[in-house]
């Protein structure tokens, strides 16, 4: 019903930055919290940062002073701006996004396909 669409993934070495972005899209949906995913093979998905629409953020302590969430809300567009990269973040990145459709009560939440970072040298 949302559809997202991440980007900005790829090959970093460690210690090199990276921007994720992803942008939601769908008629008569209110985008209310954004949030960011990862999850690497044999490991457990893991949420690594919320941002609401009033802007306020949280973080897995993971990423704490490494990574960044953003928004821009006239774009339906959640960001994540990934500094000091470690192998460790080597991962599969998900983009979410918690809606509801207008002038109703339905809501729920959506995940986009995901995009590759790694972390190697």
């Known amino acids: 019903q949302v559809q997202l669409v991440e980007s900005g993934g790829g090959l970093v070495q460690p210690g090199g930055s990276l921007r994720l972005s992803c942008a939601a899209s769908?008629?008569?949906?209110?985008?209310?919290?954004m949030h960011w995913y990862r999850q690497a093979p044999g490991k457990q998905r893991e949420l690594v940062a919320t941002?609401?629409?009033?802007?306020?953020?949280n973080y897995a302590d993971s990423v704490k002073g490494r990574f960044t969430i953003s928004r821009d809300n006239a774009k339906n567009t959640v960001y994540l701006q990934m500094n000091s990269l470690k192998p460790e973040d080597t991962a599969v990145y998900y983009c979410g996004a918690d809606w509801r459709y207008r002038d109703t009560t339905r809501f729920g939440t959506d995940w986009g396909q995901g995009t590759q970072v790694t972390v190697s040298s």
């Open positions: 769908g008629n008569r949906f209110s985008i209310n919290s």
């Open positions: 941002i609401t629409s009033a802007g306020s953020t």
